[in-house]
């Protein structure tokens, strides 16, 4: 239903909607750790889009859908939570990046902010599951381990690196043997029609030699009639 204010889309994806909506808070923490740290607004852009892929991966293997993550309840709330001025788990991230610690951030905040106790949640379902979540896992050694924002967000940096240059080895080692298999195929394919050519071949020359008998037989034949 919807009002001249107010719109109200339906979803079946209970999966991408909850993740969607816990997620996005520890993504929220990380832009906020980008942006105390000064690193620009480049910066905060690629947080927010591979804070989505994160979400989108996790949700997959937990059967969500993608589509769902690209609506409201995915990036919509996500660009909200982490560029709003108001939001509580953007301002975890840029206090903690400005040096103070995670009791004194929560202190000043006087609110709850919920991505301090998702992000730990997040980054146990993902390593149960198998899910790369490089940013989640660096807020969680930020806010858990006493990390520093810097080095946190360097080493971020350098595991989704390694992660890409995985899919894109194992991208070369699919096509390679997809590669292969057709190259295999093709050379099947060629000797089943050299068989048949040979086999075409063998036939024509009996079918040659026959003709070439009933030739001899016919001029035989016609010798004895002469006499």
């Known amino acids: 239903f919807h009002a001249p204010m107010l719109r109200v889309y339906r979803s079946t994806d209970m999966v991408g909607v909850e993740l969607g909506g816990v997620v996005k808070n520890v993504m929220a923490i990380a832009t906020g750790v980008s942006d105390g740290l000064g690193y620009g607004l480049n910066a905060r852009a690629a947080t927010i889009t591979r804070g989505l892929a994160e979400i989108m991966r996790l949700a997959s293997s937990m059967g969500g859908r993608a589509e769902t993550l690209s609506g409201l309840a995915g990036i919509g709330d996500l660009v909200l939570t982490c560029t709003g001025d108001l939001s509580r788990n953007r301002s975890v991230g840029l206090e903690l990046a400005r040096g103070r610690t995670l009791d004194e951030t929560l202190a000043h905040l006087g609110h709850v902010a919920e991505g301090v ?25 930020i806010l858990f381990e006493g990390r520093r924002p810097s ?3 360097r080493e971020s940096a350098e595991l989704t690196n390694q992660a890409n240059g995985i899919r894109s080895s194992s991208s070369e080692i699919y096509q390679t043997a997809q ?5 295999s195929s093709d050379v099947a394919e060629k000797a089943k029609a050299a068989e048949s ?3 075409m071949l063998s036939q024509a020359s009996r079918d040659i030699a026959g003709f070439t008998r009933l030739i001899s037989t016919i001029s035989s034949q016609t010798k004895l009639l002469a006499l």
């Open 179 to 183: 590669s292969n298999a057709h190259t």
């Open 117 to 141: 106790h998702s992000a730990r949640e997040a980054a146990r379902l993902a390593a149960r599951l198998g899910v790369e979540m490089p940013i989640t896992m660096a807020v969680c050694s």
């Open 151 to 153: 080095d946190a967000a």
């Open 197 to 199: 050519v040979i086999s």
